[in-house]
């Protein structure tokens, strides 16, 4: 029987036997918050976990070794707070979950992590928390936004949107995919709002958490009216293919 790529599936003696391996440990890290009338709280959670979980079968299935970790349910969602039904974190609290998450694996012998973020508050936080980790712990730590890492994979998949968003055609459709009651299909109707977070003028690179009450009445951003279980398998699996792709890079590893 093929080992699982979930630790939490597998015993102390398999987890150490994929560290000896040197597996790429994925660590998920998502967000509990609200996203919009039509989809569930834990939608960063199951689209992070899953997103984590299929780029790692393609991983091994092309030869290199992945193991997955739990997610990391709560993060930076602040900004979501005005709505209700969300779990957040300070920015201290965070890091040192993140922190000790990586030293418990840089203990038991893990060389390479990389922290797969699946909620856009998180992804300052997380490109702190990989440059910061690898120094302290003298391992290699990488950390990425899925779709802020793939976006050309994306992008064809959708009608209506460049990109993903926030409860929008992306994110719903992969819900429905992998988990159809997460997602309320007699409040699609509601599930939109404005194309950006960002306030007019305000350019990427200028960085200002802003309540999403002050953005959108709905607590949501993008259009989740095109919403359908087919595109999301589409996405889940485009996403996956091209993370994969740039996790095997062995250059970004060291080993080039």
Not at 110 to 123: D, P, T, Y
Not at 167 to 183: D, I, K, Q, R, Y
Not at 212 to 235: C, N, Q
Request: net charge neutral; hydrophobic share 45%.
């Amino acid at each position: 029987m093929a080992r699982s790529l979930e630790w939490m599936k597998l015993t102390a003696a398999e987890v150490q036997a994929a560290a000896a391996e040197d597996a790429l440990l994925i660590v998920p890290v998502a967000s509990l918050e609200q996203h919009g009338p039509a989809l569930v709280t834990g939608t960063d959670i199951i689209l992070g976990g899953n997103v984590a979980l299929e780029t790692a079968r393609k991983l091994v299935a092309a030869g290199h070794p992945a193991l997955v970790t739990p997610v990391v349910w709560h993060g930076l969602a602040e900004h979501h707070m005005a709505f209700g039904g969300t779990v957040t974190l300070d920015s201290a609290t965070f890091q040192a979950v993140l922190r000790h998450v990586v030293k418990s694996a840089a203990r038991h012998g893990f060389k390479r992590v990389f922290l797969m973020n699946g909620h856009g508050g998180n992804a300052e936080a997380i490109g702190t928390a990989a440059t910061d980790l690898a120094v302290e712990f003298g391992i290699r730590v990488g950390g990425g936004t899925y779709w802020h890492m793939v976006p050309k994979a994306i992008a064809p998949l959708l009608e209506d949107q460049p990109g993903l968003m926030h409860a929008c055609e992306a994110e719903t459709s992969m819900v429905w995919h992998l988990l159809p009651e997460g997602v309320r299909p007699d409040r699609l109707p509601e599930a939109h709002g404005p194309s950006s977070s960002r306030a007019p003028g305000q350019p990427p690179g200028l960085l200002m958490r802003r309540s999403f009450k002050e953005i959108t009445p709905t607590g949501v951003v993008g259009d989740a009216r095109r919403a359908s279980r087919a595109k999301g398998a589409a996405l889940l699996d485009a996403i996956a293919t091209k993370c994969a792709e740039l996790l095997a890079n062995p250059a970004i590893w060291g080993k080039a």
